[in-house]
């Protein structure tokens, strides 16, 4: 297995850049290509001739296809998905990303549909332009203040590939750029959804650069009087305060030197934006935060961070608790540097920021940098930033063997930020968060138990939708109800939320005797089919009675209508009697219904053997089961069985496993990652502790085969600080 140091994602090649490929006729006769020459000269600061070729028809279909189209300004619709892949350039993306810019608004708006972009630009592309699609069909203005937070997860989670946001974020930049075009309650509408919600995002995700002009042009767009002002005290101040920061940067400049620091120190801007917050939140007048001076120390490693922090502190005096070190501990969108306030000349307060080269440009383009892509970096050392970049990405989202190549790299980035939920809205726009797999029984449950109670139906965006089927992120989903409407046992087998299968449970206890017979037995029914109760077999009946271990059949009613036996498994047992082993994927069990056994799990591949148990029927075992020693004592219990490798290729098998880990934050959700990656997932969890540090980890996971489990057991092993990782059996 490749390790995380083994190469960087693209080899970095030294020599110079060649020129750019010569313009193909086509391209430079289009009206707009002037448009376009830009852009494309920045393209070749860092793309091959391939990926500019490439990304030259994309600019054309786009050109084309949005042609006697305008922008609310009156100019031709092309300088928007122009601007757009020049801001994703700026961030250095890949060719894939700039061509799904540029095509970003064709599909809604033009005659060339998602199969088009596919067969000419691949798949990657289509989907990077589907997604940016899907966010653009969210209303965000319909919903709550305060729900923001929640929507941001939702977008966050209904986007598999982040290139999808870092598209979106530069065509809310760009739109936000050429607000004025538009009437003042939109221009409102749209500067409150970028400050409520995509300045955070972009702020989630580390890109500073953005998130800045998004605050300043969101703020100027709400509040223009207030943005005015503001902006005016921020200039004279400025002018005021020219000697004084003139003299903390000498002060700091000199020090340095003498000590033989090389180091880049700047007096930093302050922005308008956070002025503005700051007199907000903190109640703070103009003149206090505009005496604040603020500063920053750019470094070549981290060692040299901490000496310069020396320095200034003893060059001014720190105030107590004024330090933060955001390199040990870095802030949750990887942000790097130290920072601490000083009381500097004249009593004034400076506050210092100190960092590396790389951990400013981190702290700028975030988890953009990472895709900054060397097709040709010539700087020797930008293979080691690339290692950098995806050693802090590793911290942050799940990055596993990303030296392999960069299609491995984006694959292992295409991670749900918040895997295990789906957030959906009721009609009236309020939005609920549910685990995944939650269905509109969850839902109806969630909002109000009565609602659950006589829930009979449900509407998804409009349409009638399944009460059994999972919901999706971003639905609207409304539940219909009606007074006579009573709990159905059957939903115990589809709800996932604990509140809706307790609140079910609770209700149906309530039944009296009779009722739950009655109920039971119209349950079992409706999972029979074309098989009637009363037709079951007298064999058939009594052997399932007493695998449930219930005296008779009204008794087994009883425990169906109070969801302590589900109908399926009733329904199964019965019916596989009657059809014989058509879907049965072990060969020789007779016919015989049979479980898998809990103690050792067997998949396909293991060895296997069947044990016949008191109580439980035919149980499925690995033949290397601690648990059937008693072969040669009672062979007659044992019956010889084998996979039926056809039947098995599609099947999901559970199987547990015993990972041994170092504790740390983040670890766990790790390796659900990497088991999300390695496409299995987790049934059940728990944990032990070995040790003060290690922890046991144990898991039942679902995966095709031997095979399958293998690929999964690697992918954990490469979870940093993993000791083991073992089978369970
Ligand atoms: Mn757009």
């Not at 977008?155 to 750029?177: E, F, P």
């Not at 002025?275 to 903190?282: A, E, L, R, S």
């Not at 981190?362 to 970049?389: C, F, I, L, R």
């Not at 959906?424 to 549910?434: A, H, M, N």
Request: glycine content about 6%; aromatic content about 6%; charged content about 25%.
């Amino acid at each position: 297995m490749p390790g995380a140091d083994s190469g960087a994602t693209v080899p970095a090649v030294t020599e110079q850049h060649p020129a750019l490929p010569p313009v193909a006729p086509e391209v430079g006769a289009s009206p707009n290509y002037p448009r376009y020459e830009p852009l494309r000269q920045l393209l070749g600061e860092y793309l091959g001739a391939d990926s500019i070729a490439s990304i030259d028809e994309a600019f054309l279909l786009a050109d084309r296809a949005h042609e006697g189209q305008a922008r609310a300004s009156g100019e031709p619709y092309i300088i928007h998905p122009i601007a757009v892949a020049t801001i994703v350039a700026q961030m250095h993306l890949d060719a894939e990303s700039i061509e799904a810019a540029l095509l970003h608004d064709v599909v809604e708006d033009t005659f060339i549909n998602a199969d088009d972009i596919a067969l000419r630009f691949g798949k990657t592309v289509m989907e990077l332009v589907n997604g940016v699609t899907k966010l653009d069909k969210i209303r965000f203005h319909n919903y709550r203040e305060a729900q923001s937070e929640n929507l941001r997860k939702m977008i966050l989670a209904m986007t598999r590939d982040i290139r999808v946001i870092l598209i979106k974020l530069a065509d809310r930049t760009h739109n936000m750029r050429t607000l004025g075009a538009l009437r003042p309650e939109k221009q409102a509408r749209i500067a409150k959804e970028t400050l409520e919600i995509f300045a955070p995002i972009a702020n989630r995700l580390g890109i500073s650069d953005i998130r800045a002009e998004l605050e300043e042009l969101g703020l100027a767009a709400l509040y223009p009087l207030r943005y005015r002002v503001l902006k005016a005290a921020v200039a004279k101040a400025r002018n005021n305060r020219k000697e004084i920061v003139n003299e903390i940067l000498e002060s700091i400049r000199r020090r340095l030197a003498e000590v033989g620091i090389p180091a880049r120190v700047l007096g930093r801007e302050k922005r308008i934006y956070s002025i503005y917050m700051k007199m907000v939140h903190k109640v703070l007048p103009f003149h206090e935060i505009m005496d604040v001076y603020a500063f920053r120390v750019i470094v070549g490693d981290v060692d040299t961070c901490y000496r310069v922090l020396g320095q200034v502190h003893n060059l001014f005096k720190p105030l107590p608790n004024g330090f933060k070190d955001y390199i040990a501990i870095p802030k949750i969108n990887g942000y790097q540097s130290l920072h601490t306030s000083l009381v500097g000349p004249h009593g004034v307060p400076v506050e210092i920021q100190i960092r590396t080269e790389f951990m400013d440009q981190m702290a700028a383009q975030g988890v953009a940098a990472h895709w900054s892509y060397k097709e040709k970096g010539s700087d020797p050392t930008s293979s080691a930033a690339q290692k950098n970049a995806q050693q802090w990405m590793k911290s942050i989202i799940d990055l596993q063997n990303s030296a392999g190549s960069s299609q491995e790299f984006v694959e292992s980035v295409k991670t749900d930020l918040f895997p295990d939920a789906i957030f959906v809205f009721t009609p009236e726009g309020k939005i609920y968060d549910l685990p995944s797999g939650a269905t509109a029984v969850d839902f109806a449950y969630a909002i109000h138990s009565d609602i659950g109670h006589h829930c009979t139906g449900a509407r998804v965006n409009h349409h009638n939708f399944p009460l059994s089927r999972p919901l999706e992120s971003g639905q609207t989903v409304e539940i219909v109800t009606s007074p006579q409407a009573q709990p159905n046992a059957l939903w115990l087998s589809s709800v996932v939320t604990s509140r809706a299968r307790a609140k079910i449970r609770q209700y149906l206890k309530g039944l009296r005797q009779q009722e739950c017979v009655l109920i039971g037995r119209r349950l079992l029914q409706n999972a029979l089919g074309r098989m009637r109760v009363l037709d079951i077999p007298k064999e058939d009946l009594s052997r399932l009675l007493a695998e449930f271990n219930k005296p008779d059949l009204n008794a087994l009613c009883v425990d169906i209508a109070l969801g302590n036996i589900l109908t399926v498994s009733v329904a199964q047992r019965l019916l596989k009697d009657q059809q014989g082993e058509s879907s049965c994927p072990i060969k020789g069990t007779g016919g015989q219904p049979f479980t898998f056994a809990q103690c050792c799990l067997p998949i396909p591949g293991d060895q296997i053997i069947g044990h016949v148990t008191p109580g439980k029927g035919l149980v499925i075992h690995n033949c290397i089961c601690n648990n059937i020693r008693d072969l040669e004592k009672a062979p007659d219990r044992f019956l010889k069985v084998e996979w039926d490798v056809g039947k098995t290729v599609d099947m999901d098998f559970q199987t547990g496993l015993r990972i041994e880990i170092e504790n740390r934050a983040g670890i766990l959700s790790e390796i659900s990652n990497a088991i999300d990656v390695a496409s299995s997932r987790i049934e059940a969890i728990n944990s032990d502790v070995k040790s003060d540090q290690v922890h046991i980890i144990n898991l039942v996971i679902v995966v095709r085969d031997r095979l399958h489990l293998a690929a999964v057991m690697r992918r954990i092993k490469s979870v940093p600080n993993v000791i083991h990782v073992n089978r369970k059996n």
